[in-house]
């Protein structure tokens, strides 16, 4: 299992930008894929964004245009930067890490409240 810390949560209005960080315990060059997922109270998990080891970028439609996800090799991390913020981002944010060895390791989210 790879261990993952998620911060940079918090309360903004709408329109405005968050940074999220996760900090995994394995050198992220090693992890297929890093992912962000997105959780809202009665809701399913969503897929918002996943980078490959080789590079290749996934969104979810709803975040496509306003979210970006990078990896940063050296401080093994992978971020999202939120632009243009809606209150339906609204949600419990967590990270994951697939390794073909390891299978599928979850951060504990944070959460990221958006007020219109």
């Known amino acids: 299992q790879v261990q993952l810390v998620e911060s940079g949560g918090g309360l903004v209005q709408a329109g405005g930008s968050l940074r999220l960080s996760c900090l995994a315990s394995?050198?992220?060059?090693?992890?297929?894929?890093l992912g962000w997922y997105r959780q809202a109270p009665g809701k399913q998990r969503e897929m918002v964004a996943g980078?490959?080891?080789?590079?290749?970028?996934e969104y979810g439609d709803s975040v496509k245009g306003r979210f970006t996800i990078s990896r940063d090799n050296a401080k093994n991390t992978v971020e999202l930067q939120m632009n243009s913020l809606k209150p339906e981002d609204t949600a419990v944010y967590l990270c994951?890490?697939?390794?073909?060895?390891?299978?599928?390791?979850w951060g504990q989210g944070t959460q990221v409240t958006v007020s219109s």
């Open positions: 394995k050198n992220i060059s090693t992890i297929t894929r």
């Open positions: 980078i490959f080891s080789g590079g290749r970028i």
């Open positions: 994951n890490a697939f390794l073909f060895t390891h299978g599928v390791s």
